[in-house]
T-cell receptor, first 114, second 117 residues
Framework: GAGVSQSPRYKVAKRGQDVALRCDPISGHVSLFWYQQALGQGPEFLTYFQNEAQLDKSGLPSDRFFAERPEGSVSTLKIQRTQQEDSAVYLC????????????FGPGTRLTVT | AQKITQTQPGMFVQEKEAVTLDCTYDTSDQSYGLFWYKQPSSGEMIFLIY??????QNATEGRYSLNFQKARKSANLVISASQLGDSAMYFCAMRETTNFGNEKLTFGTGTRLTIIP
């Protein structure tokens, strides 16, 4: 079956622009996660959704970062007024259940802020 | 707070040899889980193997096995009979329960494995 998909795969933004990154999880997966992966580092947790509810946004680095999953399937990560330090790969992952089990990752969106 | 340490930034291994990728962790939780993911140049994180803290047997999945030493807090990945397609970044991760009742993954910094023909 289809895995997690993300779009766009690459995004170049000028500093100060707003960007929106999309994640299509595996159909029926309840849990959805966003991670940020800086160059040469492991992914770091940003936020978590259980269906449409955002239950944990403790990893969002600033109030410029906003995520939503209005119908409990597709999710969008929005970054307002992008800055150079926002340059990273943004990974989305989904999991079938509420707790435990492996997370299935998408290919990521590479964001470059110039 | 939990921490994952991968001390090998890069490794070069001859094709068909076995390779061990090191991972140590730090946690005060009694119940936890450890994962290994592979990240090829395409960027996608591919799940390889999982070990629960209460699992008595070391996990195995095909050519992958996890050498789990609980007292030493280590969870090394062993790849037998390495292949050229094994060249990638490898991340060790721990399942962490947050204050919000959610479970998230905390990752190490990774090891870049290069298989030499």
């Amino acid at each position: 079956g289809a895995g997690v998909s993300q779009s766009p795969r690459y995004k170049v933004a000028k500093r100060g622009q707003d960007v929106a990154l999309r994640c299509d999880p595996i159909s029926g997966h309840v849990s959805l996660f966003w991670y940020q992966q800086a160059l040469g580092q492991g992914p770091e947790f940003l936020t978590y959704f259980q269906n449409e509810a955002q239950l944990d946004k403790s990893g969002l680095p600033s109030d410029r970062f906003f995520a939503e999953r209005p119908e409990g399937s597709v999710s969008t990560l929005k970054i307002q007024r992008t800055q150079q330090e926002d340059s990273a790969v943004y990974l989305c992952a989904s999991r079938p259940g509420l707790l435990r089990g492996e997370q299935y990752f998408g290919p990521g969106t590479r964001l470059t802020v110039t | 707070a939990q921490k994952i340490t991968q001390t090998q930034p890069g490794m070069f291994v001859q094709e068909k040899e076995a390779v061990t990728l090191d991972c140590t962790y730090d946690t005060s939780d009694q119940s936890y889980g450890l994962f290994w993911y592979k990240q090829p140049s395409s960027g996608e994180m591919i799940f390889l193997i999982y070990q629960g803290s209460y699992d008595e047997q070391n996990a195995t999945e095909g050519r992958y096995s996890l050498n789990f030493q609980k007292a030493r807090k280590s969870a090394n990945l062993v790849i037998s009979a390495s292949q050229l397609g094994d060249s990638a970044m490898y991340f060790c991760a721990m399942r962490e329960t947050t204050n919000f009742g959610n479970e998230k993954l905390t990752f190490g910094t990774g090891t870049r494995l290069t298989i030499i023909p």
